[in-house]
């Protein structure tokens, strides 16, 4: 049941808002291009679609997005409407009377955003002589087996030319800004900046084509990234044009953005440019009224879980289940790009910690990635309906029970508890407990895989040999497919289940961004994350002590892999020995942290970014006046002189540093107070130059 | 040699004894190889590779707990070892019998070693060193579809077969091979051109001490400095004949962009500067 956020219930009072209207927005227009507007594919289309809210709060009707046309998604997520723009009209009209198809309407998603949408199959009969465009203009030619490619280039030039459309008959006024995602919106970049069309353009990568491959690839990226001859490395792997693409675009833009500072270094190797403007990933982060609703939605769908626990468990339930965490990893299956091979050596450790400790916790792992697989397996379901009758006997027995003790009650005699249940009922209880007989361990995983032989999770399991044994103080459940509320073994889609769990382990070597760490971080759930990761590198920047507000961050960058590991463990581990009022206070103060990943935060970056093109593409008519940017200063009240900086003596900043009892306390005021001292944003705007420290704005007070 | 390894130890060339035999199969060299059996005596070791002497290793890429670059077994009368390679613990004295029994294996070592370790293939899959560790350059003796996939990873290059990357001979300048002419079944000539260059940089160089002012064949030429260094200058590698504008999208097209060369992006950036200003 959520509301709408309500502005006094602010957790971090510190970040300031943006005031300034820097932009003359009602003499601009806005495009954003991008392959997956409309039309999920991966990330971006999240992206995108949060973002669409605060976008058309500043921009209004001159905000229009542009993607890809497919009926389908026309017809489920778009209402068609008439532009209301002459000059736009007029520009999808001489591309509709040429023989090529564009739709206008509004996209149905919160902020109803304009859209243009190109119907690529009406225009392919143009390719060739598009290839051709694209050769004389850039020499990068493009397979003919490349699908997507072509469909880019068809994309792209449609794009191209509805901004020579509208440009010649706008001049100068509106002036247009586009801001283009990935290599398959770039064609249209490059072919625009060809033709010399007078429009500020902006270019975002959320990822770089050899990146990803090279980290999959089990190159030791991080340390070689000057070494790679990068022309070579694409050519290699047969994806030479989409690179040059990628590069093409990422040279020809006045300005050029990526998602997180680990990808800012990513991208100065794999295509060599600085990005001008960090632009992280933000969400629409929704506010309960309640102010710990969270809290009790934890309680609530952890007692889901221990549900499927109790069914899959059965016959080895000799552990406590208040005593019992769920840890969880979650994502694409990408067995080292997501750190799937560190977490499991580590929970190898962390179960042998637990062990020799002689701990009476017990932790459930689950990983839910998706993977081939036939169906659930027998043993899973099994599980489930053994529960299911042990509760219905359960509940039968106690019918019987109650009505015998009602009778006797009115009676006015206490009854006699030998005889209260009878052999009958004995008989019933005992066949219950008999059918709960197992001589199986419970299963490590709830599907049957195909080619489990292979499978890089099951190996691993194996070698570790945690294989759910009683002695075990870690088990694993292995869910290799998408959570559903429909599913008979777990019930629960992904937002439940995530706000179910006490912890989300996310070691990724390679994550540009990280939104699953990200939304647990919205939802309450503390999460491990790495500085090599975009999500991980902005918490690390933005918060002062980010393991007691439950984002715990593993060095995989500047550590050797073994000790990442141990770093790892040690994180688990001291996390199983909170205490629950602890593991509370500690979700409390994870929840404070989601103001810094709303859009209404994050969103100053991307208008940084339009305001920087707008100024290198018509220096005469905009300029960047740096004093003009609000400083990025954690701090609205401005300090009395005579307070020091740092934390005053009778207040801790770091939560941790603090008696037992302080733990178990949590006074809204105080932690406001921490909050100011312990988040901050970073002064630079821009991706900050490897080697260099932090350089304050002139004016950063 | 000393130079470059901790510790050499001599070994008595065995022989197996059965030269008809081995010459009927028309490997007499096969004879020599159960001295690699001596291996298993380095027993004040706890691990060892074995690496025979024509095999190559590379850690480019990859993060990789082996040594570093050396062309094992360089100079022919050093270590020798089994045609697989497996770490292994060395075990003491091999028996005479076992040898006699070695004797009537036809295949040489690698019958020995399989007989005697026969559970070795089921028994644990972690002794297997994964494919990457022992890859044969020769395409016919590989999986060709698995080198092309993990070529570039390769951590061991095992130059199988007569011909060896010391029978070609190198020319320094040009950076290419000469020698026999090869024929279609043969290696990829990129390893051998890295085994030259490690030859040429790490091992000529102590080779050169060594000998002194002796003149010995170290198989590099150097192109005749005198005649042709005009010609240097103007091209290093030999131009590959100009295709027309028309022909180079053809190749994109088909996907063979010439990406080290015509197509690099450096001239694409170029191209695209010339609009940009």
């Known amino acids: ?701 | 040699m000393v130079l470059v390894y901790d510790e050499v130890r001599l070994v008595d060339v065995l022989d197996s004894g059965d030269a008809a035999h081995l010459a009927m199969m028309k490997r007499p060299d096969l004879g020599v190889t159960f001295t690699k059996l001596h291996c298993w005596t380095l027993t004040e070791y706890s691990k060892c590779v074995f690496m025979d002497a024509d095999t190559l290793m590379s850690y480019l890429r990859g993060k990789s707990s082996l040594p570093h670059q050396i062309p094992a077994g360089l100079i022919a009368s050093t270590l020798v070892c089994s045609s697989s390679v497996p770490p292994t613990r060395p075990m003491g004295n091999f028996s005479p019998p076992a040898q006699r029994m070695a004797a009537l294996m036809a295949s040489g070592d690698q019958g020995v070693l399989n007989s005697f370790f026969s559970n070795w293939a089921t028994a644990d899959i972690s002794k297997h060193l994964p494919f990457i560790y022992n890859l044969s350059s020769i395409a016919i003796y590989t999986y060709l579809p698995a080198f092309k996939q993990y070529g570039h990873d390769a951590k061991v290059v095992h130059f199988l077969g007569k011909l060896k990357p010391w029978d070609y001979s190198y020319d320094t300048t040009s950076k290419t091979l000469k020698g026999q002419s090869q024929d279609s079944s043969d290696m990829h000539p990129n390893f051998m051109l890295q085994w030259w260059e490690l030859f040429f940089s790490s091992v000529l160089p102590l080779m050169k001490e060594e000998y002194g002012d002796q003149p010995f064949h170290s198989g590099c030429t150097e192109s005749d400095i005198h005649a042709d260094v005009a010609q240097m200058h103007i091209s290093h590698h030999p131009p590959p004949p100009q295709l027309s504008s028309q022909e180079r999208k053809q190749k994109w097209e088909q996907g063979q962009a010439d990406y080290m060369g015509m197509d690099s992006f450096e001239n694409i950036e170029k191209k695209l500067d010339s609009f940009l200003k």
């Not at chain 1, 659930?376 to 309906?385: D, H, P, R, T």
């Not at chain 1, 971080?521 to 975009?534: A, D, E, K, Q």
Request: net charge negative; charged share 25%.
């Open chain 1, 1 to 701: 049941m959520r509301l709408s956020r309500s502005l006094s219930i602010t957790s971090l009072n510190g970040l300031p808002l943006w005031e300034e209207e820097s932009l003359p927005v009602q003499d601009l227009l806005l495009f954003e291009v991008s392959w997956e507007v409309t039309n999920k594919v991966g990330g971006i289309y999240t992206v995108i679609q949060t973002k669409a809210k605060i976008t058309v709060d500043e921009w209004g009707e001159n905000y229009i997005m542009m993607g890809p046309y497919y009926e389908h998604n026309f017809k489920t997520q778009v209402e068609k409407c008439e532009p209301p723009n002459q000059a736009i009209k007029a520009a999808m009209d001489s591309l509709i009377n040429n023989g090529c198809q564009v739709h206008f309407g509004r996209w149905l998603i919160e902020g109803s955003p304009y859209v243009i949408l190109f119907d690529i199959g009406s225009a392919a009969w143009n390719l060739d002589r598009w290839k051709g465009d694209l050769w004389n203009a850039c020499s990068i030619g493009l397979p003919y087996h490349d699908r997507e490619a072509n469909d880019s280039l068809i994309f792209g030039s449609l794009v191209a030319w509805f901004f020579k459309e509208l440009t010649d008959q706008l001049q100068d006024k509106p002036n247009v800004v586009a801001h283009f995602h990935e290599w398959q919106a770039g064609t249209g970049l490059v072919l625009s900046r060809s033709r010399k069309i007078p429009m500020a353009t902006i270019f975002t990568t959320h990822a770089t084509l050899l990146g990803r491959y090279l980290c999959a690839g089990n190159a030791d990226f991080y340390n070689n990234l000057d070494k790679f001859n990068i022309d070579q490395e694409a050519g290699e792997r047969q994806i030479y044009h989409r690179y040059c693409l990628e590069r093409a675009a990422v040279h020809c833009a006045h300005v050029f953005t990526t998602v997180s500072q680990i990808t800012a270094v990513e991208a100065n190797h794999m295509l060599h440019r600085q990005p001008d403007v960090v632009t992280p990933n933000g969400l629409n982060v929704r506010k309960f009224s309640a102010m710990h609703e969270f809290q009790n939605l934890h309680s609530m769908n952890k007692g889901k879980i221990q549900e499927f626990v109790r069914g899959h468990f059965y016959g080895h339930l000799d552990f406590n289940l208040e005593k019992t965490l769920f840890f969880f990893i979650a994502g694409r299956y990408e067995f080292s790009n997501k750190g799937a091979d560190l977490f499991l050596e580590s929970l190898s450790r962390l179960n042998y910690l637990l062990r020799v400790h002689k701990s009476d916790v017990t932790v459930v792992v689950f990983f839910i990635m998706p993977a081939k697989t036939n169906n659930f397996n027998v043993e899973s379901l099994k599980g489930q309906a053994v529960r299911k009758q042990l509760w219905d006997t359960a509940q039968s027995v106690k019918e019987k029970f109650g009505k015998k003790l009602y009778e006797s009650l009115l009676r006015g005699e206490i009854p006699d508890m030998s005889k209260i249940l009878d052999r009958d009922d004995f008989t019933i209880m005992k066949r219950a407990i008999y059918a709960t007989q197992r001589h199986s361990l419970p299963p490590v995983t709830t599907h049957n895989m195909l080619d489990d032989s292979a499978d890089p999770i099951l190996s691993n399991i194996r070698r570790i040999g945690l294989f759910n044994a009683r002695n075990d103080r870690v088990k694993i459940v292995f869910h290799p497919e998408f959570l559903s509320s429909t599913s008979p073994l777990l019930p629960m889609d992904y937002e439940e289940f995530v706000r179910g769990c006490h912890l989300g382990v996310f070691p990724s070597y390679y994550e540009p961004w990280g939104y699953t760490p990200g939304e647990c971080t919205v939802m309450g759930i503390p999460s491990v994350t790495t500085n090599l990761s975009g999500f991980g590198c902005f918490m690390e920047e933005h918060v002062s002590e980010p393991s007691e507000y439950g984002i715990y961050i593993v060095d995989r960058r500047f550590r050797s892999a073994d000790e990442s590991c141990n770093q790892l463990t040690q994180f688990m581990f001291s996390f199983c020995q909170k205490s629950r009022r602890q593991r509370i206070i500690q979700r409390n103060r994870t929840e404070r942290l989601s103001d810094l990943l709303d859009w209404r935060y994050l969103g100053r970056f991307y208008m940084y970014a339009r305001h920087l093109a707008l100024s290198r593409s018509f220096p005469g008519k905009f300029k960047m006046d740096h004093l003009n940017i609000a400083p990025t200063q954690g701090f609205r009240y401005p300090r009395p002189a005579s307070v020091p900086p740092s934390p005053s003596a009778s207040l801790h900043s770091t939560p941790h540093h603090s008696d037992e009892e302080d733990d178990d306390t949590y006074d809204e005021e105080e932690e406001a107070e921490r909050d100011r001292q312990n988040i901050k944003a970073p002064f630079t705007l821009g991706a900050e130059p490897e080697g260099k420290s932090n350089q304050p704005l002139e004016n950063g007070n």
